[in-house]
């Protein structure tokens, strides 16, 4: 099975940093995407900035020039750098990996796998 872990969250002031880190291990073939998702409290869980295998990337608005996503193929890992972070940035961060699996000659299909969570609050 695929495991997810995800480190780096914790406490910041206003105008900090943090660099989460998401490192998957066990059964993997191929990664399709890698990305990171937050959820406030009271507010419905968003994707924040994800990282396809092609290389491109994709940000929520309200991160655009603070946030960076990286990936580490050979570690299989995801990074999100956050710079100058808001309170509003405050929220449980998730790490998301899509799979593609295949079978046979021809066959393929996708899993999706999700990390814990790690908390992060960003303070004014």
């Known amino acids: 099975q695929v495991q997810l872990v995800e480190s780096g969250g914790g406490l910041m002031q206003a105008g900090g940093s943090l660099r989460l880190s998401c490192a998957a291990s066990?059964?993997?073939?191929?990664?399709?995407?890698m990305g990171w998702y937050r959820q406030a409290p009271g507010k419905e869980r968003e994707s924040v900035a994800v990282?396809?295998?092609?290389?491109?990337?994709n940000y929520i608005d309200s991160v655009k020039g603070r946030f960076t996503i990286s990936r580490d193929n050979a570690k299989n890992t995801v990074y999100l750098q956050m710079n100058s972070l808001k309170p509003e940035d405050t929220g449980v961060y998730y790490c998301?990996?899509?799979?593609?699996?295949?079978?046979?000659?021809?066959?393929?299909?996708?899993?999706?796998?999700w990390g814990q969570g790690t908390q992060v609050t960003v303070s004014s």
């Open positions: 990282a396809t295998s092609g290389g491109s990337t």
């Open positions: 066990g059964s993997i073939l191929s990664i399709v995407t």
């Open positions: 998301k990996v899509v799979l593609r699996r295949s079978y046979g000659s021809t066959g393929s299909y996708s899993q999706e796998f």
